[in-house]
Structure formats: structure tokens, C-alpha cells
């Protein structure tokens, strides 16, 4: 038992992307001892995808996020479009309920979201560290009791340990959880952020203010694969 009397945490959370953050802030808001262990530079500085935040999810954890969440647009319109190499059929749903707050889903930049998140958890009292990556879970028998970091005295213990590194979870894979993810099962999204003035956006989209539109696309651009790509509005891009 004596290993076991080194820095002791009552959760490690792996990873500050939107699930880490979640968990970590709730364990914490709990009054749990929560170290939170990611990666990058900062929460988000490795994270170059946009996204959809449905609100309902959000608001159960934090019900005021609204008031200070770096928010683009408020989405108030959705289109489906499906695409073949020179035409495409499609369909749109608008609604008005859609404008009115609360507003029900908006489109974020992760990279500004993840940090605004990251934020909330510290004042939750969590503690964070970034530039540092888990190498492996500590177990005893079967049970996970820590994580060894890639820094000198790393090892780390906690009686729960919150694995949130991704879909392709290197830690996971390593742990026995779950095997090789098969390339046949897995897409390379490529995303591409276009710059124009607010007001060519709003003219475009037929928007106003911080309204938004979603545009889901499956098909040829796809290449019947399962899921659709994406374009949607921020504020200026």
C-alpha cells in the first residue's frame, strides 16, 4: 500500500475536449479532488473542428452558459442535401420557434469553446495540466487505480479514472478495453474555414444578427459512407 500513499486524487479526468470538461466539472462542482490531464498547450489548442452545440446537454450542467460561452450563431434553419457528382435534390426545415430564446442549438469554433470550458472547470476547483500526456493506466488485478504521465515522478492515483482522449483512445486500446479501430470503419474529415464579412453571410444565408444555418450533405461527397458532411455559419466565416 505504500505506492499508493503518492499524489492521490479522488478522479483523474484524460483529456479537456467537451466529455473531459463535462466530467471533470461535474465531479468538481461534487466537491471531488479532480485533476484534469490534457495534452495540448491549452483545452482546444489541438482541436481544429467546428460543431453543433445543442444546448439541452449544456444547460443541465451549466444552466447560465449563455451568458459568457463564446457562441457564434444561433441555428435557425437546417438543410439536407443529397449530392451527386453535377446536381443535387434537397430539403430545408425553418422555424421561428427556432428564434426565440433560449435558443435551442448553436454553432461554436471548438478551439475557443474548449477553452471557455476549461475555464469553468477550474472554478469549479479542479485542477488542470496541459503539455503532459498519459502514457498508461496504473492497474491493480483489474481495477485502474492511476495514470503514469510522460513526466519524472508521473505516476498519478485516483480511485476513478475518466479516460476522455478520444474516439481512438490510445489509453483505451492499451488497457485492453477495446481492440485496433479497423481502417474500413474509419473517415478522414477534412475541414476548410471561409472568411467573409458578417453581412455577406447574412445576405447569402438569408440570416440576420446571429442567426445561423446548417447545411448536412450526403452522397457522392460522402461516398456512401455513413454520416454527412457539413457546412455551417459563424459569425464572420
Not at 466539472?25 to 471531488?32: D, E, F, R, S, V
Not at 476549461?118 to 503532459?132: P, Q
Not at 479501430?181 to 474555414?193: D, F, G, M, P, W
Request: hydrophobic share 40%; proline share 3%.
Amino acid at each position: 500500500m505504500a505506492r499508493h500513499a503518492k499524489e492521490k486524487f479522488d478522479a483523474i479526468v484524460v483529456g479537456a475536449g467537451p466529455s473531459g470538461n463535462a466530467a471533470a466539472y461535474t465531479m468538481a462542482q461534487a466537491g471531488l479532488k479532480v485533476l484534469q490531464i490534457e495534452r495540448g498547450e491549452y483545452p482546444g489548442s489541438k482541436n481544429v473542428q467546428g460543431a453543433i452545440l445543442y444546448a439541452d446537454a449544456l444547460e443541465r450542467i451549466i444552466p447560465d452558459f449563455r451568458d459568457d460561452a463564446p457562441l457564434e450563431r444561433h441555428v435557425i434553419e437546417q438543410r439536407v442535401w443529397v449530392l451527386d457528382d453535377a446536381s443535387f435534390v434537397g430539403t430545408h426545415f425553418r422555424s421561428d420557434d427556432y428564434n426565440k430564446p433560449p435558443y435551442n442549438r448553436y454553432t461554436i469554433i471548438r478551439a475557443q469553446f474548449d477553452k471557455w470550458f476549461s475555464s469553468k472547470v477550474r472554478e469549479a476547483g479542479a485542477l488542470l495540466i496541459c503539455e503532459t500526456t498519459v502514457e498508461e493506466l496504473l492497474l491493480d488485478g483489474e481495477r485502474v487505480v492511476g495514470v503514469r504521465c510522460d513526466r519524472i515522478g508521473g505516476e498519478v492515483y485516483a480511485d476513478v479514472v475518466v479516460v476522455a482522449d478520444g474516439v481512438n483512445s490510445t489509453l483505451a486500446r492499451k488497457a485492453g478495453l477495446h481492440g485496433e479501430i479497423q481502417a474500413s470503419n474509419v473517415a478522414l474529415a477534412v475541414k476548410e474555414i471561409l472568411f467573409m464579412p458578417e453581412e455577406v453571410i447574412q445576405q447569402r444565408f438569408n440570416v440576420k444578427d446571429e442567426e445561423g444555418v446548417v447545411i448536412e450533405m450526403m452522397g457522392s461527397v460522402t461516398e456512401g459512407m455513413v454520416g454527412t458532411g457539413f457546412l455551417y455559419t459563424n459569425r464572420d466565416s
